[in-house]
């Protein structure tokens, strides 16, 4: 039986797959294609996140989009310095969500 993914994967899973012995079909990605396959990874863990209940789960779901963040930084050249220095200026301009804010509607004007 044959189940497709056509997905990124880590760099051991193949490895994994073997051991199970299962024989896994693994192509190299092209530079060019893989910032498009980590955005779409991210968005695969977050779903992953947002279903996840227990805190196991969560910690699990949230390292590996740290681990994603870290190589989409590695892959456009971005240091995490460099990340971390923007979270603090967007932190400082617009605040972090310690205190629970949810916005249900704005009345808006011309000033807005």
């Given at each position: 039986m044959k189940k497709v993914y056509n997905k990124l994967i880590r760099d051991k899973i193949p490895e994994i797959i073997v051991a199970d012995n299962c024989q896994p079909k693994i192509r190299v990605l092209k530079k060019s294609e893989m910032l498009t396959e980590l955005k779409k990874k991210v968005l695969?863990?977050?779903k992953?996140?947002?279903e996840s209940d227990k805190k196991s789960e969560?910690?699990?779901?949230?390292a590996d989009i740290l681990e994603l963040i870290d190589a989409i930084a590695e892959n456009i050249n971005i240091e995490t310095?460099?990340?971390k220095t923007e979270?603090?200026?967007?932190?400082?301009?617009?605040?972090?969500f310690k205190n629970r804010l949810f916005?249900?509607?704005?009345i808006e004007n011309k000033k807005c």
């Open positions: 695969e863990e977050s992953e996140l947002f969560i910690i699990n779901e949230l310095k460099l990340l979270q603090r200026v967007k932190r400082q301009k617009r605040g972090g916005l249900e509607y704005v």
